[in-house]
T-cell receptor, first 115, second 114 residues
C-alpha cells in the first residue's frame, strides 16, 4: 500500500527566510502524482504545487519549489522569502495515475512564520 | 482554479438526528467526488469515493449505513450522517475531480452533535 510520511510535525522560520519541508513516500508504481497542499486556519485546502513522477524537472510555482528525488522517494517543498501568509498546515500527498484514484495524505507539518 | 462549494459550513444537530452535507462543483462537471473526515490537528482521512450514477466505494472501517453518500449528478454529491452521535462530530471535507486532473476541495463542514 502507498504511504506518505512527513517527519516534521512543526517547523518555524523567520519571515523572509527559506524553509524546506520534508516528505517521503512509498509506492511500487512508476507513474503517479505528488502534491503539496496548504491548509490555513480557514481550513480550506489549497493546492500549492504538483509534480508528475515521469517529469524529471522539479516543479516551481513562484516562491514554492520542490526537490523531487524519485529513486529516493523523496519530495520536499522549499518556500523562499517566507511570508506571514505562509503560516499554515502543509500536507504532502500522493495519487496514482489511475482515473478515479484517491489522494493519500501525510500527517502534515505545521509551519510557523516568525516576524 | 475550479470551485467546489460545500454547504453548510457548520451545523449543530441533536444526537439521534440525521444531517446532510452538500458538495457542489460550480463550474465544472466532476467525474469523481471524495469525502474526507479531519479530526483536530490531524490529517484528512478518506471516507469514500463516489462516481456519478454509481454506488460509493467506502474505505475500510467506514460504516456505509451511517455515512450515506449520494452522487446523483456530475455537479452534486451529498453526505448524510444518519443517527448522529457526539463521536461523529468532526470536520468533513469534500473534493471533486475532473478526469486526470488534480482534485479541488470544498471549504469544509464543521459538524457538532450535541
Amino acid at each position: 500500500a502507498q504511504t506518505v510520511t512527513q517527519s516534521q510535525p512543526e517547523m518555524s522560520v523567520q519571515e523572509a527566510e527559506t524553509v524546506t519541508l520534508s516528505c517521503t513516500y512509498d509506492t511500487s508504481e512508476s507513474d503517479y502524482y505528488l502534491f503539496w497542499y496548504k491548509q490555513p486556519p480557514s481550513r480550506q485546502m489549497i493546492l500549492v504545487i504538483r509534480q508528475e513522477a515521469y517529469k524529471q524537472q522539479n516543479a516551481t510555482e513562484n516562491r514554492f519549489s520542490v526537490n523531487f528525488q524519485k529513486a529516493a522517494k523523496s519530495f520536499s517543498l522549499k518556500i523562499s522569502d517566507s511570508q506571514l501568509g505562509d503560516a499554515a498546515m502543509y500536507f504532502c500527498a500522493y495519487r496514482k495515475s489511475n482515473r478515479d484514484d484517491k489522494i493519500i495524505f501525510g500527517k502534515g507539518t505545521r509551519l510557523h512564520i516568525l516576524p | 482554479g475550479a470551485v467546489v462549494s460545500q454547504h453548510p459550513s457548520w451545523v449543530i444537530c441533536k444526537s439521534g438526528t440525521s444531517v446532510k452535507i452538500e458538495c457542489r462543483s460550480l463550474d465544472f462537471q466532476a467525474t469523481t467526488m471524495f469525502w474526507y473526515r479531519q479530526f483536530p490537528k490531524q490529517s484528512l482521512m478518506l471516507m469514500a469515493t463516489s462516481n456519478e450514477g454509481s454506488k460509493a466505494t467506502y474505505e475500510q472501517g467506514v460504516e456505509k449505513d451511517k455515512f450515506l453518500i449520494n452522487h446523483a449528478s456530475l455537479t452534486l454529491s451529498t453526505l448524510t450522517v444518519t443517527s448522529a452521535h457526539p463521536e461523529d462530530s468532526s470536520f468533513y471535507i469534500c473534493s471533486a475531480r475532473i478526469m486526470n486532473t488534480e482534485a479541488f476541495f470544498g471549504q469544509g463542514t464543521r459538524l457538532t452533535v450535541v
